[in-house]
């Protein structure tokens, strides 16, 4: 069965970093573009990054463009999520995503909350 795992995320205070993860399992991971959303807390989930299968294509969402990177490394079936400069309102508990035969797939999601 279709498994997202992701880990990478914590405490952290405003202007710093943090690397999100995500262990994929269960389908040909190559073949399928990933997402990383979040929800912030009392809002809706929000999609903040994709990537295509060959990692050759990447989507931001404008209120992280030029901080955050999405990358995958298809040999290892993960896909990461880079966050620099991090602000108070990147706080969210983020998911990893796939859509695979046409249902859609998360992960349990990682807290990242960015606070002094």
């Known amino acids: 069965q279709v498994q997202l795992v992701e880990s990478g995320g914590g405490l952290v205070q405003p202007g710093g970093s943090l690397r999100l993860s995500c262990a994929a399992s269960g389908f040909t991971f190559s073949r399928y573009a990933m997402s990383w959303y979040r929800r912030p807390p009392g809002k809706e989930r929000e999609l903040v990054a994709a990537i295509s299968s060959a990692g050759s294509t990447t989507n931001y969402a404008d209120s992280v463009k030029g901080r955050f990177t999405i990358s995958r490394d298809n040999a290892k079936n993960t896909v990461s999520l880079q966050m620099n400069t991090l602000k108070p309102e990147d706080t969210a508990v983020y998911y990893c995503?796939?859509?695979?035969?046409?249902?859609?797939?998360w992960g349990q999601g990682t807290q990242v909350t960015v606070s002094s």
């Open positions: 995503y796939v859509n695979f035969q046409i249902r859609s797939y």
